[in-house]
């Protein structure tokens, strides 16, 4: 995926540029005109393993920042549009959740 100065697009891999190209999406701005919450909804339609990452790499795409870098206020309004919700961090079996251990 190419910009319009002819560079490559940040966070977006060979196979974020075919999952978008394939709803349409060729350019950084066609997925500014259509938004990267719209075009992770018309990617989720079409193809299977399309995770909460590939959200963060499209807004991040176009905050021209790299996706782990997005505050966690943008991830969050992320999550709200879409309706995700984060796993919370699991403890390990015969853990109590201070993190000592049974025994």
């Known amino acids: ?8 697009i940040r966070n977006m891999g ?6 978008l ?3 349409g999406i060729t350019t950084l701005e066609e997925l500014a005109a259509v938004g990267s919450v719209e075009a992770y909804w018309r990617i989720r339609e079409k193809h299977d393993g ?3 990452v590939a959200l963060y790499a499209m807004e991040g795409a176009l905050l021209d920042m790299h996706w782990n870098e997005l505050p ?3 991830k969050d ?3 709200e549009q879409v309706g995700y ?3 919370t961090k699991r403890t ?6 201070d993190g000592t251990s049974r025994m």
């Open 50 to 52: 399309v995770n909460i």
């Open 72 to 74: 966690p206020e943008v």
């Open 1 to 8: 995926m190419i910009g319009a100065n002819g560079k490559r």
């Open 21 to 23: 190209a394939s709803v």
């Open 77 to 79: 309004a992320l999550h």
């Open 85 to 87: 919700r984060p796993k």
């Open 14 to 19: 060979d196979v974020g540029a075919r999952w």
């Open 92 to 97: 390990k079996v015969g853990s109590r959740p």
